[in-house]
């Protein structure tokens, strides 16, 4: 079992940036895929970017590449997301996700291979 709670979330103007953080408690953090995804006011939640338990390796949906960045600190049981050149597009709830490592898999796209939740944290881009 692991709990995760997201913070960093707020409001930021067009090409700003934001920061967001993943802090986790429970059993060991780095055993862990971790996830980001993302769901807009009437919309499906929709996955944003993954990172392996060691970091090595990440994914990102192709609407966040090369503006997001996800990182881990396995020390401090925390995952984040860096958001630079942020869209109005952005706006959402951000939601960390983990998911249990398995030999052979680096990352997770699908929101169903995920175990364990945040409570979102909502991020706000004006135009």
């Known amino acids: 079992q692991v709990q995760l709670v997201e913070s960093g979330g707020g409001l930021a103007q067009a090409a700003g940036s934001l920061r967001l953080s993943c802090a986790a408690s429970g059993r060991s953090f780095s055993s862990y895929v971790m996830g980001w995804f993302r769901q807009a006011p009437g919309k499906e939640r929709e996955f944003v970017a993954t990172?392996?338990?060691?970091?090595?390796?990440?994914y990102y949906a192709d609407s966040v590449k090369g503006r997001f960045t996800i990182s881990r600190d396995n020390a401090k049981n925390t995952a984040y997301l860096q958001m630079n050149s942020l869209k109005p597009e952005d706006t959402a709830v951000y939601y960390c996700?983990?998911?249990?490592?398995?030999?052979?898999?680096?990352?997770?796209?699908?929101?169903?291979?995920?175990?364990?939740w945040g409570q979102g944290t909502q991020v706000t881009v004006s135009s």
């Open positions: 996700a983990a998911a249990p490592y398995a030999s052979g898999v680096y990352y997770y796209t699908r929101s169903n291979e995920y175990h364990y």
């Open positions: 990172i392996s338990w060691n970091g090595v390796r990440t």
